[in-house]
């Protein structure tokens, strides 16, 4: 089972990530800015932190470019994969993202389909991959 | 003539929804649903305290408030905070099992070891260190510690320096330590012994007052539990920022239970030990 | 060895000295050392000064320790004025992410210094800064704030803005702004957060 880690001051944003995700079949837990992600990621009782993390850019106490930075460094997670959504689709966000350590980047609000595509992905979740690559042939069928 | 009895106000779930965020936001405390008889009653009580019609209007006054005095005292209501000996102690195992450990690691022969204490309140806390180094570190007789403990309270700094405690605040105590370190005095209270009083260093001090702080510099360790949760928004960034210069590069910090230094200050890194988790200020790369 | 009291000797062998003046040239000085500790002490020591907000704001602009621009942001936040507001409201279109969030946090903490700048901030060309701005009104004492929100529902075209300001209302909303929301999710009939937004909303706001 993969655990997901939504990190959005947002609590609508945090929501619909949640519903998404949790839909495509994945455990998702929440945090509001960085330190609290920090905070449970550490708590995870397996040390191994959560398999995904799912990061606004614009919080207080801590922005998500700054967190995948110190997550990195204060965890020691260095392989796990980041997936930053923000709202902004300028390309000096992406590049700063890339350099910050995330993998992904998608503007928000995302598109359901894009967001758990790109969330089976990330997480190597095969089985996932295909239900939204089938539903959306599906979808042009009808 | 007839005597009315208004309902109690009623707690809806939006209204639990509504409070549950609101609150999760200001304090990083989150109430899941099995929580809702003990928050429900709560806010029931805050409702009528404030002599608010209903959770609306308490809502909106408590938003609408200048001086965050009600936000304070629904924290106060949400939270446990009596004070006892062994409080949360699994915070003091991480002392003795890892946290002093780093910390003499980085310490010159002879160099002291400084803990402080804050809020001391009525002494619980300073006291049970005090017990812990005594009793369960095995370098307490390598090292010299010193324990300061504050408060910005003097009744509470009297009662810490008298010392004499309730059946209810020694409860969690090792039947053995009771023993050792307090004497029954007849009144159905403890009175603790003058060695332990002694050891701890008492004094007055506000954590928000920049001059008073100033007197704190080079602790290795500081326990600040159950207090910040209860300062306003810039109140507790200033509290965590005078912490963060009285500690060493490398010190540690301890917030109570329910406490997060994630709605206060990016200050800290956060280390996870196999008995608690804690905050350390940095240290910086050049300095090993 | 054990446990000890400190002596007054101890402790002033142990306490770092404080090298330099606290006049506030000295303190204006000490903002430039190359120590991160020196800086914060003396942004502490001259967030006691009320008209110091300038200074402050300046060294924020170069500032790169973190440690120390939570120092310069907390400073201000103690003494709201519209210099202080001035000051961060500048930096809402800083490069760095951290500076951004850290002025709006500090902004949040002056209702009072921020609220003349509202209406403007809710029209600024950047959907970001007005992303911000609808995010400071859930917890800004003022009376107008259910006014720009309606504001928002109605004129706003950038989604993410829109999106905010229906968060906020799911907090602080009444009845009277029902109609706003019912309006704006058919505006916005086409995205799906949109519409997951706003039944939050709606029914947090129905069930009172």
């Known amino acids: 089972m993969k655990h997901i880690l939504v990190v959005d001051d947002s609590v609508t944003v945090r929501m619909y990530h949640r519903k998404m995700l949790g839909d495509a079949g994945w455990e998702v837990d929440e945090a509001a800015n960085g330190i609290e992600a920090i905070e449970k990621s550490l708590q995870r009782a397996d040390d191994a932190g959560f398999d995904l993390y799912v990061v606004d850019i614009n919080m207080p106490k801590m922005d998500g470019y700054t967190f995948v930075r110190e997550l990195r460094r204060q965890t020691g997670q260095c392989a796990v994969p980041v997936l930053m959504v923000s709202t902004e689709g300028r390309a000096s966000d992406a590049l700063a993202a890339r350099e910050a350590g995330a993998n992904c980047y998608l503007v928000k609000p995302a598109k359901p389909q894009e967001l758990v595509l790109t969330a089976a992905l990330l997480l190597g979740d095969r089985r996932a991959a295909a239900a939204v690559a089938g539903a959306a042939i599906e979808g042009k069928r009808s | 003539m007839t005597a009315s009895i208004l309902a109690a106000p009623e707690i809806t779930g939006a209204d639990f929804l509504k409070f549950r965020d609101f609150f999760y936001r200001k304090t990083g405390i989150y109430f899941e649903e099995s929580k809702r008889y003990f928050v429900d009653k709560r806010l029931v009580e805050r409702i009528e305290a404030t002599g608010a019609d209903n959770f609306r209007a308490y809502f909106v006054a408590l938003r609408f408030e200048t001086t965050g005095a009600e936000l304070q005292q629904l924290v106060n209501a949400m939270t446990v905070n009596e004070t006892y000996f062994f409080r949360e102690h699994y915070q003091f195992d991480c002392m003795v099992n890892s946290m002093l450990g780093e910390i003499v690691a980085r310490k010159r022969p002879g160099e002291r070891v400084r803990i402080w204490s804050v809020p001391s309140s009525t002494g619980e806390e300073p006291y049970t260190i005090a017990m812990y180094l005594l009793e369960r570190w095995p370098l307490i007789d390598t090292y010299d510690v010193e324990i300061i403990s504050s408060d910005i309270d003097t009744q509470v700094l009297k009662a810490a320096e008298h010392g004499v405690y309730s059946k209810r605040s020694v409860a969690n105590l090792p039947r053995a330590y009771l023993n050792k370190y307090f004497t029954p005095n007849g009144q159905d209270g403890y009175v603790i012994s003058r060695d332990l009083v002694n050891a701890v260093e008492f004094s007055h001090a506000n954590l928000t007052d920049a001059t008073d702080m100033q007197r704190f510099r080079n602790i290795d360790l500081v326990f600040c539990r159950n207090l910040l949760i209860y300062f306003d928004d810039v109140s507790r960034r200033v509290a965590a920022e005078a912490i963060f210069d009285a500690l060493n590069p490398g010190g540690f910090l301890c917030l109570g239970h329910s406490e997060s230094m994630s709605r206060i200050s990016s200050l800290y890194s956060v280390r996870r030990f196999p008995d608690a988790m804690v905050y350390q200020k940095p240290i910086p790369k050049d300095n090993k | ?208």
């Open chain 3, 1 to 208: 060895m054990a446990l000890r009291r400190s002596s007054a000797a101890a402790e002033s062998r142990e306490i770092v000295e404080r090298q330099y003046p606290r006049d506030d040239r000295g303190l204006i000085a000490q903002l430039c050392d190359s120590r991160p500790e020196v800086r914060r002490h003396a942004v502490r020591d001259l967030a006691a000064h009320a008209d110091a907000a300038l200074v402050l704001g300046e060294r924020l602009g170069v500032e790169t320790e973190p440690s120390v621009r939570e120092a310069l942001f907390t400073a201000l936040s103690m003494h709201p004025s519209e210099a202080a507001a001035g000051t961060l409201l500048a930096l809402l279109r800083a490069e760095d992410a951290g500076l951004r969030n850290g002025a709006i946090e500090a902004l949040g903490a002056m209702p009072a210094a921020v609220g003349p700048h509202i209406t403007a901030l809710l029209g600024d060309p950047d959907s970001d800064v007005r992303i911000f701005t609808v995010n400071l009104l859930i917890d800004l004492r003022h009376a107008q704030v259910a006014q720009w929100l309606l504001q928002v529902l109605q004129g706003e075209t950038h989604v993410n803005v829109v999106a905010a300001a229906i968060e906020v209302l799911a907090e602080v909303g009444t009845r009277a702004e029902l109609p706003a929301l019912r309006a704006a999710r058919e505006r916005f009939s086409d995205d799906v957060f949109i519409g997951f937004a706003t039944d939050i909303a709606i029914e947090r706001i129905e069930a009172e």
